[in-house]
């Protein structure tokens, strides 16, 4: 769903050539606008307060301050502001920081235009964006416990949940359930303050960790 205002983006990266394409990609799309350029997460705190970004997209590893300090920083700074983690590493530690620091997406560099714009669009919108890879290296995460954990989630809500865990907007599922979007959206609410996540993000790194659904086999046993 394209924004009926241009959405403000601020780009983090310490190569000036990722910068400048990044600049070069925003150009592209009348929704989507540069709200500014930061070199480090240092520069990056401090540019979040003065242009006031929607989205800012992030490098995670970069000299001075990291991504991961600089999320966590913007996060607790401008609650308001979504980031989403632009890298090329996969290594799960650093999947599972920053999505603990705050990342509404993570992204690899290599995706395409359309999916970054796309990214974007959906962060802005309050989705949380996560690629295939990035759900697969977390499934992996360190050995988590055995047992489930005694969370009270009721039936309709693990549905949910599953599909969030899988990508899911909430518009998608919407159709894959039947539901109405605001009982969609009244299920995420309560699953979120179940987990005690402060976002989708959180909500499905703390899933996958503690095997809250059934993801990955879920359409084996349909």
């Known amino acids: 769903m394209i924004s009926s205002k241009p959405i ?47 989205v800012i997209l992030m490098d995670l590893i970069m000299p001075g301050m990291d991504g991961i300090r600089a999320t966590a920083q913007i996060r607790k700074l401008h609650p308001q502001v979504r980031i989403i983690a632009l890298t090329s590493f996969t290594d799960s530690n650093l999947i599972h920081e920053a999505l603990e620091a705050g ?12 999916e970054l714009a796309s990214a974007i669009r959906a962060t802005y919108a309050g989705h949380s964006i996560l690629s295939p890879e990035v759900t697969q290296a977390l499934l992996v995460y360190t050995a988590p416990p055995p047992d489930r954990l005694n969370i009270d989630l009721t039936g309709r809500e693990k ?4 599909l969030m865990v899988e990508g899911k907007t909430n518009a998608e599922i919407s159709e894959a359930l039947t539901l109405s979007l605001s009982t969609v959206k009244f299920h995420v609410s309560n699953i979120l ?6 976002s989708r993000g959180q909500a499905i790194l703390f899933s996958i960790k503690h095997h809250l659904t059934d993801f990955p086999n879920r359409s084996e046993k349909e």
């Open 8 to 54: 403000r983006v601020l780009i983090v990266d310490d190569h000036a050539m990722v910068r400048s394409g990044l600049r070069m990609f925003l150009m592209a799309f009348e929704d989507l606008e540069l709200a500014g350029e930061a070199m480090n997460g240092i520069e990056a705190v401090r540019l979040a307060g003065l242009v006031k970004p929607d």
């Open 103 to 114: 990342v509404s997406g993570y992204l690899f560099k290599d995706a395409s235009a359309a």
């Open 159 to 162: 549905e949910v949940l599953t």
């Open 193 to 198: 303050s179940k987990l005690d996540a402060k």
